[in-house]
């Protein structure tokens, strides 16, 4: 177990200097000069040679890569042109809004999916089973996009439901930072005030970027559940005449839940992506938010750093879910 | 000869069975049809779009700058006066364009890779597989959008990233299904009658792993239109004036009050094109895959 | 059942939350505004040329001198009380009395003498006129200092305005140098130590920025602490939500929102919308006049009267611009109002002209701009595209960063560029077109067009030599007139800022140099 742990924690490495070293090549490709944006319209030729000779940027590519690489190795990646800050420090302060908003929309939509599977499920072939399949393509069908544009029309313009703009009201202060997600720091510092409303601002953005992977959730959990229930054993507990919703909730929906944790990390990676987006609408201070900007600013050391950091929640995250899938399902033996 | 002729027959009859069991399948299931429609539709409406399209989706009209949809403008139109309905039609030629293109050229070089390296086994399977590994390490939408930043933004770009990532999806497919096939005792008598090894790769491997691709081709279609106009959205797709439904929505949102319409039915045709695809797919994964839910 | 329930009362106590969490606040005066774009940095040396950051500099900092917007812009006195000089080489300036920075660091020839050193070997103050001339200071007393240039400089107060030339304590720098970074800049990213109004409380970049009247404050050019206790300055990039939010109360003012949007709060009760005269914010389209196709006067000439601007302003505008005069822009020193009229539009003459040409059959080029300058750019490259398709020359519309588009610009032959100069955003006076005429600097000025004759060799200097504004002024409308004859760009709109707000808000201004003037807003 450790050893299949190490081993994937290993993998990691290459995975990374792969996938940097095809960033950075392509970063290099674009046209347009990062030092010029830098210095502003104002800039002389000069200032500009000047700079760019101290920050290294006429050495060859692989020089510079490596170089790159070796700094990640030490935590530093590197120095954002536009807000003339490190790179690090940047994606330490929206990322943390990133993750807290697409864990919210995660736990969003386990919870809403699984909720929703289960009963369509147990009530088979009653109205809401017959309108789940439907529902459900329906909801895996809307761009996010559209969806956050609605919402925000909907629920914060015409019914005044949820606030936008900010991840917790204007006139609290932020709780102590601990994790940088305001949810947790708020809960552990006791801070009750920050934590209602930084729930109460998450909720919005979490609910458009939930509905796709809800949707999602909710059909995998009824169509396991349904086959779990056609088992023997859950006859044999019916047979018992332990109740029906007993039968559901304790001896089918543990066994159906298991694939669905594999289905986990898959919609988690949907999530960082998609929250691209939902930040862009809901004008939520993330991650993504701050890469498009540098994007636009040609600026490629944050897009850079912007795409390790993503690959690399990613991965830890899909390590977790295979880990805690095993110990969920002892039947699991690695090779 | 005769044995081309008859395994030609065979072919047909495989073809014209299986056709037979889609068509009576396919009366069974409402939702499927009606994905196949959608489908159809949005694929007539991209060809005959200059037959359609009332106005030219390009040309401005200041004088008549936002007006709401009436009978004139079905979908009324945008800030430079264009007819927000012709441009969705017009719409309907890129992304469909871009669909096709991104899946085709993906599952073209995803099968090819995928098949080549299960047939081939060893060290080239090894290094493909890690390869395909690395491109799904990433969440989709920000490895394309990487890439797109990198190459420019444009639609060619765009559809460069997206077949980019998405091929390593076909040949982790492709590759699994020929590696089950290939064990198959009809594959090991074709070789036992002397049948080349390109010969079998190619008729009896790779054509028998067909049924999960055409399933995940349809469903992904349906996403790579999503993340096409995900990309238009955040500004790296289609460049103005081009009547893209994502950036059409982007420009579109500061209207969301003052003119609804603007933003709103570029959104409903993505989702009409992406619900079709969805349909279509669930439906064909339920009549091609044997197991029954 | 019980999720439900728990959900309910989670529901409520996030509700009763932040309703507490309003209240908790008490009797202070607070303005809550929203902007679509943070500074980078609160540093005025590197950051200050950006829109966002000068924003926020001019909160926290003071300059030298200032200038006034309401009459004539002169320079008038800000942190300096006088300034004598003979030669405009050798400068005796004095420094005002009684000033602290918000450090306590009192104010004086000392400190004066500190900044001016700084920008004169720091790389990142480079493109600092004083920086370029910058010689030797000798402190005369506590509050005199002499400067001597290496060159004349008869404009060098003019220049002292900008926001990149505001005063930071030399205590809070020499407190928070590294090795590396011997002036501190990088603490000055995320600190202040300005004289200015407001104290910076709190900053999170890209989201919300919280600063306080600063008690002490010396009162600036209008002898006045601010009037409200603490200024939030939230940066909400999307208009059409910052036009909801205005809407439903949650901020007091905004500015920025597009045409429509102006049109739709006009009509809403509870809200007033407040149109400001003398910004320079003015939209051109530059080409390189020595490269084909625009080498011919006659196209440069049928372009300028292809365009419909009166189309532009009343459908694109609605009605919040006019056409632009020139390179000063109405109401400036040296704008020559009657040249709005020089080219008006007229197709036929426009058809003429282009058939005279060289390029009678037509000819394809690039439109470029940045999109993140002005929300309308869109409709302007739009309706451009189609005006110019009338005399047979095809537009390709092209986003760029506005970095690239000023590189381009400045190597040449690159097609036509939609620009956006916001003279004002960078804190430059009404005066300050000389920098788009004469500038020393690369992609501004005629350099966009390549124009190089008596009128920009000989005139030009002469001008950005000439410290009396009566005849500089005369010389701005000579090469104003000359400009227009050779059809050196296109000149477009002049802009007009917008801002709309809640019925209570009084006194809130904006004018050059200083895009918001908070400092005597009040909330009723």
């Known amino acids: 177990m450790i050893f299949y742990i190490l081993r994937r924690v290993f993998w990691v490495i290459p995975m990374l200097l792969g996938m940097t070293l095809i960033v950075f090549t392509l970063s290099h490709i674009v046209p347009g000069d990062p030092v010029a944006t830098a210095l502003g319209p104002l800039a002389t030729k000069a200032a500009v040679e000047r700079l760019k000779e101290a920050w290294r940027l006429n050495d060859p590519l692989p020089i510079q890569y490596l170089r790159y690489v070796k700094q990640m190795a030490k935590g530093d990646l590197g120095f954002s042109v536009y807000t003339r800050r490190p790179v690090m420090s940047d994606i330490r302060k929206y990322f943390m809004a990133t993750f807290e908003l697409s864990t919210v929309s995660l736990l969003i939509a386990m919870v809403g999916g699984i909720v929703l599977g289960a009963i369509s499920a147990a009530r088979k072939n009653g109205i809401l089973d017959f309108m789940v399949r439907p529902l459900s393509l329906f909801g895996m069908s809307m761009p996010v996009f559209w969806v956050g544009l609605l919402i925000l029309l909907l629920f914060y313009y015409r019914l005044g439901l949820i606030p936008i703009g900010r991840r917790i009201g204007l006139f609290i202060d932020p709780p102590t930072r601990i994790t940088g997600m305001y949810i947790v720091d708020s809960l552990l510092t006791g801070n009750w005030t920050a934590l209602g409303s930084a729930i109460h601002h998450v909720i919005g953005p979490a609910l458009c970027l939930a509905l796709c992977p809800l949707a999602i959730i909710a059909r995998q959990t009824r169509s396991n559940l349904l086959e779990v229930l056609d088992e023997d054993y859950i006859g044999t507990a019916r047979a018992k005449g332990v109740s029906e919703v007993i039968v559901v909730l304790k001896h089918a929906l543990r066994n159906a839940l298991l694939p669905i944790v594999t289905i986990t990390g898959i919609q988690y990676g949907y999530l960082l992506g998609s929250s691209v987006m939902a930040e862009v609408i809901f004008s939520w201070p993330g991650i993504g938010r701050y890469a498009l900007t540098a994007i636009r600013h040609l600026d490629f050391q944050p897009v850079l750093g912007f795409s390790v950091v993503m690959a690399l929640v990613y991965m830890l995250v899909n390590l977790i879910v295979d880990v805690s899938y095993v110990y969920i399902n002892p039947k699991v033996r690695f090779s | 000869m005769r044995s081309l002729e008859s395994e ?33 539709g949005f694929i007539s409406v991209a060809v005959l779009a200059p037959f359609i399209a009332p106005y030219d989706p390009i040309a401005i ?184 439904w994502g950036a059409m929505i982007s420009s579109g949102r500061s209207y969301l009050k003052t003119a609804w319409w603007y933003p709103t039915f570029p959104g409903l045709a993505i989702f009409l094109v992406v619900l079709g695809a969805n349909l279509l797919g669930d439906g064909l994964r339920d009549i091609l895959e044997t197991r029954t839910r | 059942m019980k999720i439900g329930k728990v959900c309910l009362v989670v529901l409520a106590g996030v509700l009763l939350a932040s309703l507490l969490g309003g209240l908790a606040l008490g009797d202070e005066i607070v303005l809550v505004a929203a902007r679509p774009k943070d500074g980078e940095s609160l540093n005025p040396i590197t950051a200050a040329v950006s829109l966002g950051a000068s ?470």
């Not at chain 2, 068509?23 to 429609?37: E, F, K, Q």
């Not at chain 3, 002169?74 to 405009?88: I, K, M, R, S």
């Open chain 3, 55 to 524: 924003r926020s500099v001019n909160l926290l900092y003071n300059q030298l001198v200032n200038v006034d917007s309401e009459k004539d812009f002169n320079v008038v006195p800000g942190l300096l009380t006088a300034w004598e000089t003979e030669d405009y080489i050798t400068w005796t300036v004095h420094v005002r009395e009684g000033v602290t920075f918000h450090d306590d660091t009192p104010w004086n020839a000392e400190a004066l003498k500190f900044n001016l050193d700084m920008w004169a070997v720091l790389p990142e103050a480079t493109f600092m006129v004083y920086a370029g001339a910058a010689g030797t200071t000798e402190i005369l007393d506590e509050y005199t200092l002499k400067i001597e240039l290496k060159e004349a400089v008869p404009l060098l107060m003019d220049f002292l305005q900008t926001a990149w030339c505001s005063i930071i304590s030399p205590t809070a720098i020499k407190d928070h140098a590294t090795a590396d970074d011997p002036y501190a800049m990088e603490w000055l990213n995320d600190h202040e130590a300005g004289t200015g109004p407001f104290i910076l409380e709190s900053w999170e970049p890209g989201e919300r920025m919280v600063v306080r009247k600063w008690e002490n404050y010396w009162g600036g050019v209008i002898k006045k602490t601010p009037k409200i206790d603490r200024l939030i300055y939230l940066t909400v990039p999307d208009a059409a939500v910052r036009m909801m939010m205005l809407e439903k109360g949650d901020i007091d003012l905004t500015g920025d929102l597009s045409s429509e949007m102006i049109a739709d709060l006009e009509e809403m009760e509870g809200i007033k919308v407040e149109g400001y005269s003398g910004t320079s914010r003015r939209t051109m389209i530059f080409w390189d006049i020595t490269a084909p196709p625009f080498d011919d006067l006659r196209v440069r000439q049928a372009i300028n009267y292809a365009i419909n601007y009166d189309e532009i302003i009343d459908r694109i505008d609605l009605g919040y611009a006019e056409k632009l005069c020139g390179m000063p822009a109405k109401g400036y020193l040296g704008a020559s109002p009657e040249l709005a009229g020089y080219y008006t539009y007229d197709l036929e003459k426009a058809k003429q002209l282009m058939s005279e040409s060289k390029y009678a059959d037509g000819f394809e080029v690039d439109l470029m701009y940045d999109p993140e300058r002005y929300a309308n750019y869109e409709d302007y490259a739009l309706y451009i595209q189609s005006y110019l398709s009338e005399i047979r020359i095809k537009v390709n519309i092209k986003q760029v960063v506005l970095s690239t588009q000023t590189a381009m610009q400045d190597e040449g032959d690159y097609g036509m560029g939609l620009m956006l100069y916001s003279g004002d955003s960078v804190a430059m006076s009404a005066d300050a077109v000389r920098w788009q005429y004469c500038s020393h600097l690369p992609t501004w000025g005629w350099r966009g067009s390549h124009w190089t004759d008596d009128t920009t060799e000989v005139l030009c200097p002469q001008a950005l030599a000439t410290a009396d504004r009566i005849k500089r002024a005369q010389m701005y409308r000579e090469i104003d007139l000359r400009a227009h004859e050779l059809a050196v760009y296109v000149w477009i709109t002049q802009l007009k800022p917008i801002f709309a707000m809640q019925d209570n808000i009084v006194n809130f201004r904006s004018c050059p140099p200083y895009q918001e003037w908070f400092w005597q807003v009040e909330k009723k």
């Open chain 2, 61 to 244: 009209h200041p004088s008549d700058r936002l007006m709401p949809p009436s009978k004139t403008h079905f979908f009324g139109t945008d800030t430079a006066g264009r007819d927000v309905f012709s441009r969705i039609v017009y719409g309907s030629r890129i992304s469909l364009r871009l669909g096709l293109i991104v899946t085709g050229l993906s599952v073209a070089i995803g099968s090819l890779i995928g098949g080549t390296a299960a047939f081939l086994g060893g060290r080239i399977d090894d290094a493909v597989m890690r390869f395909t590994d690395l491109c799904m390490a990433f969440p989709v939408f920000v490895l394309a959008m990487v890439i797109t930043a990198s190459l420019g933004p444009g639609l060619t770009n765009v559809m460069v990233a997206i077949v980019a990532i998405w091929w390593t999806v076909y040949a982790r497919l492709v590759r699994s299904k020929v590696v089950e096939v290939k064990e198959e005792t009809y594959v090991e008598a074709a070789r036992a009658i002397g049948a080349s090894e390109v010969r079998v790769f190619l008729k009896h491997v790779l054509l028998n792993s067909y049924s999960p691709v055409l399933v995940e081709v349809t469903l992904d279609f349906g996403f790579v239109v999503m993340l096409g106009a995900s990309l238009g959205f955040v500004g790296l797709g289609a460049q103005p004036p081009t009547p893209e």
């Open chain 2, 8 to 40: 030609r027959d065979t072919l047909f009859v495989w073809v014209g069975e299986k056709a037979t069991h889609l068509v009576y399948t396919l009366r069974r299931s409402p939702l499927t049809i009606l994905g196949l429609a959608i489908m159809v």
